[in-house]
């Protein structure tokens, strides 16, 4: 069975700080991963994903399959980065890749 | 464009009552799909729509839930009759592509079962 798991359900941190959300994974297969952010009274909004690999709003995330992970960074934490981030993953194929898999979700809060 | 409308935004029934939640998604999106998160668990699947036709269902808790999606074009989701278990928010979100990097969600409805 598919399972995602984030393990931090609050992270506080200073402005300016680093900050790291991590994010386990268990999949029989190749999944693709996913960083979901919910704003406050926003819409859940994709983040990133990892094929495309780029860095949005500062933010990265690495897949790394042999520890199963897909751990979410910033170097340099904002203000307007306090949101709920959902890790999530989907499956290969025509029904597996449609639907997602989320874990519980962190809270991330930035104090000034 | 306009994006994935939900409504009502939040619902509060007593339990036995019924409830039914709509979702408007995108214009031209052929894929719909239903998520909800109940209190203190994880967002969870619950179905997928092509079109009219429902796709996958497994996610859908009990046959007190019932979606449809007439027309192919916005999906009604009928709780009846509610339970306390059921109160959380329900999320609509659709694609063109039924790819799950392609997901527009919806804000939700929050729903109460008292």
């Known amino acids: 069975a598919q399972r995602v798991t984030q393990p931090e359900k609050l992270l506080s941190v200073f402005k300016g700080a680093p900050v790291e959300l991590k994010c386990n994974y268990s999949y029989s297969g190749s999944p693709e991963l996913f960083w979901y952010v919910q704003y406050s009274r926003q819409r859940l909004q994709l983040l990133l994903r990892?094929?495309s690999r780029e860095s949005i709003k500062g933010f990265t995330a690495d897949l790394n399959k042999g520890e199963t992970s897909f751990h979410l960074k910033k170097p340099f934490a904002q203000e307007e980065d306090s949101a709920m981030y959902y890790c999530a993953l989907s499956g290969q194929g025509k029904a597996a890749g449609n639907k997602l898999t989320f874990g519980g979700g962190t809270r991330v809060l930035v104090k000034p | 464009e306009a994006g994935v409308t939900q409504f009502p935004s939040h619902s509060v029934i007593e339990k036995g009552q019924t409830v039914t939640l709509r979702c408007d998604p995108i214009?031209?999106?052929?894929?719909l799909y239903w998520y909800r998160r109940v209190m203190g668990k994880e967002i969870k699947f619950l179905l997928h729509?092509?079109?009219?036709?429902?796709?996958?269902e497994s996610g859908m808790p009990n046959n007190r839930f019932l979606a449809e999606r007439t027309g192919g074009t916005y999906s009604t989701l009928k709780v009846q009759p509610a339970e306390l278990e059921d109160s959380g928010v329900y999320f609509c979100?659709?694609?063109?592509?039924?790819?799950?990097?392609?997901?527009?969600f919806g804000s939700g409805t929050r729903l109460t079962v008292v």
């Open positions: 979100a659709s694609s063109a592509e039924g790819r799950a990097y392609g997901y527009t």
């Open positions: 990892h094929i």
């Open positions: 729509f092509v079109k009219e036709s429902k796709q996958d």
């Open positions: 214009s031209g999106h052929d894929n």
